[in-house]
């Protein structure tokens, strides 16, 4: 099983990027799926996080600025990210619990990071 990421880059503040990250592999199925990020000397951050049903929590930090969604069909989450502040700068890692087809119970997966750089 891997995770994915693409959609990182650079941008200027107020501006916006959609973020990415696509699960393959053998799969059984996928609960949670997320997005974290960790900025140069801090420690990794929630940044928002969507259930399996559908349901989604975000870091108060991007509450009414970033959007995460998921379309179950393709094993895909994204993050819709709008008016973005230089704050928001980080490597962004996607991050899902699946349940493989063996070992069959639940695993945590974590993506390779994009970079996200917002500067002008």
């Known amino acids: 099983v891997q995770l994915q990421a693409s959609g990182g880059g650079l941008v200027q503040p107020g501006g916006s990027l959609r973020l990415s990250c696509a699960a393959s592999?053998?799969?059984?199925?996928?609960?949670?799926m997320g997005w974290y990020r960790q900025a140069p000397g801090k420690q990794r951050e929630l940044v928002g996080r969507?259930?399996?049903?559908?349901?989604?929590n975000y870091a108060d930090s991007v509450k009414g600025r970033f959007t995460i969604s998921r379309d179950v069909a393709k094993n895909t989450v994204y993050l819709q990210m709008n008016s973005l502040k230089p704050e928001d700068t980080a490597v962004y890692y996607c991050?899902?619990?699946?349940?493989?087809?063996?070992?069959?119970?639940?695993?945590?997966?974590w993506g390779q990071g994009t970079q996200v750089t917002v500067s002008s």
């Open positions: 592999g053998s799969i059984r199925s996928i609960n949670a």
């Open positions: 969507i259930s399996g049903g559908g349901s989604t």
């Open positions: 991050n899902a619990a699946i349940v493989p087809n063996r070992p069959p119970y639940e695993l945590d997966y």
